[in-house]
């Protein structure tokens, strides 16, 4: 608490020192430097103005439209964010559907291409065993799915 109360303390005092600034002198010593000061030493220095400081951004009624221009650039940058992370997203549930689709189209065109006998199971739970142009329709008809899921 001590260090707050001295905080502020000296937080008046420098800024009741600036507002209490006084006359600023410029003066050349026998050397030729150029010298600043509060107090001339030498009935040669000149006071020299000093313009105010222009007023805080606080002051200005302008503002009002910064904030609201601020929060709209906000809004803005937040929406642009949102949207990239949801195209990513699908961009992402994208690419594992093709990685699933390509390695099941692999497999399936394996199958076919190892060749024998290969069967399918009918409604009435028997073997029903693929004709020679079954099977190779099957595997044209495979090989597109690859081509298709494994770009």
Same mark, same amino acid.
């Given at each position: ?64 439209? /910064? ?6 650039? *906000?809004?803005?940058? $937040? +929406? @642009? ?49 693929? /004709? ?6 099957? *595997?044209?008809?495979? $090989? +597109? @799915?690859?081509d298709k899921w494994c770009k």
């Amino acid at each position: 608490m001590k260090k707050l109360i001295a905080v502020i303390t000296l937080s008046l005092f420098c800024a009741a020192t600036g507002a209490l600034a006084g006359k600023v002198y410029k003066w050349t010593d026998s050397e030729g430097n150029i010298h600043y000061g509060e107090r001339p030493p030498t009935s040669q220095a000149r006071e020299i103005d000093i313009p105010k400081a222009p007023p805080s951004s606080r002051d200005t009624p302008a503002q009002g439209n /910064s904030l609201q221009e601020t929060n709209k650039l *906000l809004d803005t940058l $937040q +929406k @642009e964010r949102q949207q990239k992370a949801e195209k990513k997203a699908a961009a992402e549930k994208e690419r594992k559907i093709r990685e699933t689709n390509c390695s099941r189209s692999k497999r399936k065109l394996t199958g076919y291409k190892i060749g024998g006998r290969i069967y399918e199971i009918d409604e009435q739970g028997e073997r029903s065993y693929l /004709s020679d142009s079954d099977i190779q329709q099957r *595997l044209e008809a495979a $090989q +597109k @799915e690859v081509d298709k899921w494994c770009k």
